[in-house]
T-cell receptor, first 117, second 114 residues
Framework: NAGVTQTPKFRILKIGQSMTLQCTQD?????MYWYRQDPGMGLKLIYY???????DKGEVPNGYNVSRSTTEDFPLRLELAAPSQTSVYFC????????????????FGSGTRLTVV | KNQVEQSPQSLIILEGKNCTLQ??????????LRWYKQDTGRGPVSLTI?????NTKSNGRYTATLDADTKQSSLHITASQLSDSASYIC?????????????FGAGTRLAVHP
């Protein structure tokens, strides 16, 4: 059982370049999330999806786009990379939270370390 | 403003010793509080999850406590091992717009030395 798989693990981009961070999960989780982790800061939510075809913005969505064409995949797109997007990116997935079932777990991928120069 | 503050920022202890990490939060409406362990270069892994009505929860040598009145939580690590060296993240969950949202603390970086 692979869980949440992220690729690539590392990437260096030049300012203005674009790239897609891949995320796939094999647990049939409806909910998927993208976070970024900056040094000395807590993880910040970029985008999330509650199911195929449905996405919504998190706390820090500017400069990013997502799509969710299947339950398994949730790619994150950077169109015009900027130095401020240098960070470690984590994808996560979970079952839908419902009243009385708040103790659902999040499964995180191993992260993608992105440097924009 | 919903916030999660952790202390200390970093901690060094000797192998075999105990330690306690602190988490204070101002998140409302509170849903649950989680402690995660994050090894260097890896994603966070869940240690414990506690709801409003739970005061304590253990996972092996890890014991988390929750005081919902004072909005404080602690993570106690007993008989530390070298493999406990990691960042420990406190995460508080709240409900907004019908969805559960997470607020992450910045973490406490623990180093266990032989």
């Amino acid at each position: 059982n692979a869980g949440v798989t992220q690729t690539p693990k590392f990437r260096i981009l030049k300012i203005g370049q674009s790239m897609t961070l891949q995320c796939t999960q094999d647990m049939n989780h409806n909910y998927m999330y993208w976070y970024r982790q900056d040094p000395g800061m807590g993880l910040k939510l970029i985008y999330y999806s509650v199911g195929a075809g449905i996405t919504d913005k998190g706390e820090v969505p500017n400069g990013y786009n997502v799509s969710r064409s299947t339950t398994e995949d949730f790619p994150l797109r950077l169109e015009l990379a900027a130095p401020s997007q240098t960070s470690v990116y984590f994808c996560a997935s979970s079952y839908p939270p419902r009243e009385g079932r708040e103790n659902y777990g999040y499964t995180f991928g191993s992260g993608t370390r992105l440097t924009v120069v | 403003k919903n916030q999660v503050e952790q202390s200390p920022q970093s901690l060094i202890i000797l192998e075999g010793k105990n330690c306690t990490l602190q988490c204070n939060y101002t998140v409302s409406p509170f849903s649950n509080l989680r402690w995660y362990k994050q090894d260097t270069g890896r994603g966070p892994v869940s240690l414990t999850i506690m709801t409003f009505s739970e005061n304590t929860k253990s996972n092996g040598r890890y014991t988390a406590t929750l005081d919902a009145d004072t909005k404080q939580s602690s993570l106690h690590i007993t008989a530390s091992q070298l493999s406990d060296s990691a960042s420990y993240i406190c995460v508080v969950s709240y409900v907004s717009g019908g969805y559960n949202k997470l607020i992450f603390g910045a973490g406490t970086r623990l180093a266990v030395h032989p």
